[in-house]
């Protein structure tokens, strides 16, 4: 798919990429390269400064070879070797430093030495794109953790490194063990400042649990919003988008994601997935409260006005403005890393909430004006108005002839008695059937496994099967 | 009764047929006489049922002595050793004309025929097997025998007995459909006895020396049912077993669906399927169960749940058959649907359901369009065959196809709509098949005030049963008892109140 870059869709590269840094803003450009090859000179360009930056070369190689196939034959650009190989050199001689060094810390069993030693391979082979090595590393140095703020801090890489990779699935994973590990060093942080002046165990704890709070609040301020978008993510990146909308938009003030701002994501990107996601699932009260009325979610929005504008439009059902917006920013989420994939249903959901919506009020509404107010084609209109209806969004029924929407008549009376009889007719056939298997089990005729030499049953039956029912 | 037995019992049994003739003409008992007959063909090794088959030594045909409703006991005994061995070609002559058994079967005694199950199970099954041995294109003319037989048993049509699975086999069979529905449609309340009513055991005491005799011969006679088929005879495999039950309801469950009563057909594959059973599954219940998924395709246009009590290894079962698929694509996957039939086109056929899966994707447009009026209020014909998939073929063009689809299911009461004559079709808002009348409450009132009469009647039975008295009684000791009982007669107190409530709000309503 190609998300193209013109006046009708803008996309400001250098002030969009200019938020992001390390390898985030790499794998950002990459993406960018794969789908928008109207820019990719541009987006190549900005790429290789960065890739030159670091220290990956299997990435560069990628890099080249996607923009090579998007560019012409006389763009065409080469590897440029002698940089990859002098870094390839580098980093094996890094490698080997580094590897030497676990070994003589393994060897002095000295932990926290070792839990360093990982982390740092950790950290060096995540900067070459070495992922599973780095992941490896990573969780190998949880066993020579010695205080929970390491087991924190060994989380927090391994959340950047999967999302880095996109793994959302085992996101959870480490948000759960950092959170335990958040408990354990509130808790030990506490007990150390009420230590010493408390004689008692039993009030130890109390003065522990006293005091919890304001430590908690200190330690937690520092990761709890990073483990809140790690949450959000994942529910996002496994289109949960109920649970997403609710993680995005509860998240806490944007100076709490501290080094992730840029790094991982950037606030305004957070508005977009929240606003998106809310949208397409919650309800307009929903909205209301915790979009329109939020001040912390308000802090996200500032950054992408355009999200407000779209938020403003769906809550004053000018639908038509809201599917305009979502086209005209359509390649701006296209291009974004962890939003792509859901671009295309969020927006399918969002256009049919609004379909359902805008009907609501009607007893019965031509499709021509239904399709003037969302600036849709009829036959469009139409048969995404079939689907709702199919899938029970819209209480109606389509007059094909006059092409006219109009809202089901439901006498209640019938229906309760419809409904009524049903259920009667139904509790007679139940227990009449349940009689007679109560009867069949009182007089122990139960199917039994077949003997060896006995097996009446398919045999009876192969009689019976000579029977057909042609007819 | 028991003391008259007893001095028969204690005679030496007879070896020949001159003998048990003599010892049915002398008997007085039949209850003695059908425990003596049993003994004797238990006693020896296979030649016993050759003895009763035989004719007497002057070549005189032994029935022809016997009356046939005083002595139906002697009657079943020699009449169905007799027609089996000659079904199993162990003798070749003696063969009883046919007016000799259906006179047996107007003539018998009921009660008689009651106390020898078995026997009227092999004389049945021998039956059969023997006019289709003989003659194949006679055996329409066992049917009658056989409804003969069940009309007449003592436990009425309403006693489940082998020979309801037989005779709804045997009418499958022939394709004698019509007459197998008056037997069908009696629900079943009760079941032929399962084990032979030992009289010795109730008896024990008075006629311990034939008990010891029939513990002394149980040997050898589990070594003559190992040894020879038609020595089963004797045994439990006469009496009604759980097949009995599962063939019955599968060839009822046919006959319905042949004869396109759907809800019944549903109805009797169900109990098929939701049969007790012990741990696997019978082939019956499989094959059931596709066809059961055949006929709710047909009938609700997609498959129901089953209820919990069945097993969970028949879904699973059936969730791998290309039956499975056919269930996905119902009904507007045409093209899927087609497919699957021609790919799978071996399985159905091998499991002579090929008729059944045509039949289902005949229905499939009548679904397709069913499902139409809840999205349309008014279409056109020609939209009608865009929905459904219709194609010109040899039931005329496309359109024509729309149009006598949808007036043949105007007619049927199948949907609620209207077709005009510029060939768009009105769906109605309201189907007139929901609208309620006074009637129509009250019809479906009385059903339901029989139905709780009768679960009323059965709750009491329950509670007079011995059984239930045994558990209560226990549960007193323990100081509980009483107060269940209470509850529970409060309880049905409420519910007739209830009863009453509802009379009265339905002249409320109504007047």
């Known amino acids: 798919m190609i998300a193209p870059v013109d006046d009708a869709h803008p996309f400001d590269l250098d002030s969009y990429i200019s938020a992001y840094t390390g390898r985030t803003a790499v794998y950002r450009l990459c993406h960018i390269l794969q789908l928008a090859p109207s820019i990719s000179q541009q987006t190549f360009a900005r790429a290789l400064e960065r890739i030159r930056a670091g220290r990956d070369t299997q990435f560069y190689a990628a890099a080249v070879q996607v923009y090579n196939q998007h560019a012409d034959s006389e763009n065409q650009v080469a590897v440029d070797a002698a940089w990859a190989e002098s870094m390839n050199a580098q980093n094996a001689v890094e490698r080997n430093k580094l590897e030497v060094e676990l070994k003589t810390y393994q060897s002095n069993m000295i932990k926290e030495s070792i839990r360093m030693a990982h982390r740092d391979l950790g950290n060096f082979y995540r900067s070459v794109g070495d992922e599973s090595s780095s992941l490896k590393h990573y969780t190998k140095s949880r066993e020579f953790c010695t205080a929970s703020q390491h087991v924190l801090d060994m989380c927090i890489s391994v959340l950047e490194l999967l999302i880095e990779q996109r793994n959302y699935s085992h996101v959870a994973t480490y948000v759960f063990k950092a959170d335990a590990a958040l408990d354990v060093a509130s808790a030990t942080g506490g007990t150390a400042a009420a230590g010493t002046g408390a004689p008692s165990a039993a009030l130890l704890h109390k003065d522990a649990s006293a005091q919890k709070k304001p430590a908690t609040s200190a330690e937690r301020e520092k990761v709890q919003t990073k483990l809140e978008l790690a949450t959000a993510l994942s529910y996002l990146g496994q289109t949960l988008y109920e649970k997403a909308a609710s993680a995005f938009v509860n998240m806490g003030p944007p100076k709490g994601l501290g080094d992730w701002n840029g790094k991982i994501v950037t606030p305004g990107d957070i508005a977009i997935y929240g606003v998106l996601c809310s949208l397409a699932t919650k309800t307009r009260s929903a909205i209301k409260s915790s979009i329109m009325e939020s001040s912390t979610f308000g802090v996200y929005i500032e950054h992408e006005p355009y999200v407000r504008d779209l938020v403003d439009a769906y809550m004053a059902s000018k639908f038509k403005t809201v599917l305009d917006i979502l086209e005209q920013y359509s390649t701006r989420h296209y291009l974004d890393i962890h939003l792509f994939s859901h671009v295309h249903d969020l927006t399918n959901l969002i256009r049919d909430r609004a379909l359902a919506l805008y009907f609501k009020p009607f007893a019965s509404i031509k499709l021509e004006s239904m399709a003037l107010a969302f600036g849709l084609s009829m036959e469009e209109i139409e048969r995404l108005v079939i689907g709702l209806i199919k899938s029970g969004e819209i209480n109606a029924r389509i007059d094909s002839r006059n092409k006219i929407i109009t809202a089901k008549q439901i006498d209640q009376r019938v229906a309760l008695f419809a409904r009524a009889t049903e259920a009667g007719n139904q509790i007679e056939a139940t227990n009449r059937k349940l009689l007679l298997r109560m009867r069949l089990q009182q007089a122990d005729l139960i199917v039994k496994a077949p003997k060896s030499q006995n097996n009446g049953g398919p045999s009876g039956n192969m009689e019976l099967m000579v029977i057909n029912m042609a007819d | ?511």
């Open chain 2, 1 to 511: 009764m028991a003391n008259q037995a007893q001095p028969e019992n204690q005679q030496q049994l007879p070896t020949s047929l001159d003998g048990i003739v003599a010892l049915i003409t002398s008997s007085t008992s039949p209850v003695a006489l059908a425990e003596q007959l049993r003994e004797f063909s238990k006693n020896r090794d296979g030649e016993q049922e050759l003895i009763l088959a035989s004719s007497l030594p002057g070549g005189q045909e032994p029935l022809e002595i016997l009356d046939v409703k005083n002595h139906t006991v002697g009657w079943a005994f020699i009449l169905s050793a007799r027609l089996a061995a000659i079904a199993s070609k162990t003798i070749e002559t003696g063969v009883p004309p046919l007016q000799a058994l259906s006179h047996f079967c107007e003539n018998h005694d009921p009660e008689q025929a009651a106390l020898v199950p078995d026997r009227m199970t092999l004389f049945a099954r021998s039956l059969v097997e023997y006019v289709e041995l003989s003659n194949e294109h006679e055996l329409p003319a066992c049917v009658p025998l056989l409804l003969t037989l069940l009309n007449r048993s003592q436990g009425g049509l309403a006693t489940l007995s082998p020979i309801h699975a037989l005779f709804a086999r045997l009418c499958v069979r022939t394709r004698n459909f019509d007459v197998s529905l008056p037997v069908l449609r009696t629900p079943i309340t009760a079941f032929s006895p399962t084990h032979i009513p030992s009289q010795s055991q109730s008896q024990s005491t008075a006629s311990s020396s034939s008990l010891a005799g029939a513990m002394v011969s149980q040997p050898s006679s589990e070594r003559s049912t190992a040894k020879s088929h038609s020595q089963k005879g004797a045994g439990s495999e006469l009496l009604l077993n759980y097949t009995d039950h599962l063939v019955y309801h599968y060839a009822g469950g046919l006959t319905f669906a042949v004869l396109n009563h759907w809800a019944e057909a549903e109805e009797f594959f169900e109990i098929v399927v939701t049969a007790p059973i012990q741990s696997v599954p019978s082939a019956i219940q499989l094959e059931a169960m596709k066809k059961l998924a055949l006929v709710q395709l047909i009938l609700y246009g997609k498959t129901k749940e089953l209820p919990k009590y069945t097993s969970s290894a028949l879904p699973r079962l059936f969730r791998n058959s290309p039956y499975a698929a056919l269930v996905n694509a119902f009904p507007l996957q045409r093209r899927e649907l087609r497919a699957t039939l021609d790919k799978e086109r071996s399985v159905f056929e091998q499991d002579k359901n090929l008729g059944l899966v045509n039949l289902v994707l005949t229905f499939a447009p009548r679904w397709c369009l069913q499902k139409l009026t809840a999205t349309y209020s008014t279409l056109s014909l020609k939209e009608i065959v865009e929905h459904v998939g219709l194609t010109d073929g040899t039931a005329g063009t496309a359109i024509e196809q729309a149009r006598e689809l949808a007036s043949s299911m105007i007619a049927n009461g199948e949907i609620a709509a209207e077709l005009d004559a510029e060939g768009f079709v009105h769906f109605a808002d309201v189907d007139p098949a929901h609208v309620i009348s006074k009637e129509k409450v009250e019809r479906l009132l009385r059903g339901a005030q029989s139905h709780a009469s009768m679960l009323a009647d059965l709750d009491r039975e329950v509670l007079r049963s011995k059984e239930f008295l045994g558990k209560a009684l226990k549960n007193r000791d323990d100081g509980w008892g009483a107060s269940e009982d209470d509850m529970m007669f409060g309880g049905m107190a409420e519910m007739k109140g209830r009863g009453h409530g509802m009379d009265w709000a339905e002249e409320n309503l109504f007047e």
